[in-house]
């Protein structure tokens, strides 16, 4: 099994996290986003929605790091055990649930906070605007609220006393705008304990391992600046940046 990530992105850590826990061996394919590999033509044939995570597996292809967390949990389960992705209908729904509502919740707004702390300077040539700052964090604080009161509430995990892959997927969003300096689990000491939970359960060495990139993302401008394919993902970074 090959797997094309970088680990600065979020659902390339889950992917990667939960194929180390799961020991499920595979080839590490590197493609570095800050120099926009996901645009040659290499990685085109592999991919042409030119996003990863992608899953290799002989000639089948698979794309988005939700479905390729459930088809490695699922061929899996018989030695990792279905509390990952469970069997039973009701607590899989939970996980569904969670992982539906994570892409316009917490994915997308820990993902701008990220992106406006760390290269919105380089892209736009100025600070980022004090309303547009407050505004995305203003998001992220309501969507992390929503995963304690809705999601988590007094529980161990998600879905009951078990980590899933709701857990690893939320776990990791998080650390995104951590990663900025941005501490968005302050004043919330029930997810504190979450998130500790979760890294015994993934293991704390591969846990930090998997966040080494994001945990140093002050250097990412400076990569980016030295890239040969600045200039091409300018124009990209700027559409987002003008949402």
Not at 77 to 102: F, I, K, M, T
Not at 150 to 177: H, N, R, T, Y
Request: hydrophobic share 45%.
């Amino acid at each position: 099994m090959e797997l094309y990530l970088d680990l600065i992105s979020p659902p390339c850590r889950s992917v990667f996290l939960f194929a180390k826990v799961l020991q499920i061996p595979f080839d590490f394919k590197l493609v570095k986003l800050s120099a926009g590999q996901q645009y040659t033509e290499e990685f085109g044939r592999i991919s042409s929605i030119r996003k990863v995570p992608v899953m290799k597996e002989g000639s089948f292809i698979l794309t988005e790091s939700v479905a390729i967390l459930k088809f490695l949990a699922q061929k899996h389960a018989s030695s990792a055990g279905d509390h990952w992705y469970p069997a039973d209908l009701q607590q899989q729904a939970r996980v569904n649930e969670y992982l539906s509502w994570q892409h316009l919740n917490l994915r997308i707004h820990g993902s701008r906070v990220f992106l406006l702390r760390t290269l919105y300077p380089l892209i736009m040539g100025s600070e980022v605007p004090e309303d547009k700052m407050d505004a995305a964090v203003e998001n992220l604080t309501q969507s992390v609220n929503l995963l304690e009161e809705k999601f988590l509430q007094d529980k161990a995990f998600i879905v009951g006393d078990k980590v899933s892959l709701a857990d690893l997927v939320a776990v990791i969003e998080l650390m995104q705008p951590i990663g900025t300096g941005l501490n968005v689990l302050e004043g919330h000491p029930r997810l504190i304990a979450w998130r500790e939970r979760v890294k015994q359960e993934v293991g704390k060495k591969l846990f930090d391992e998997a966040h080494e990139s994001v945990m140093k993302v002050n250097s990412l401008p400076q990569e980016m600046q030295r890239s040969s394919h600045l200039q091409a993902l300018i124009p990209k970074f700027q559409k987002v940046f003008n949402w």
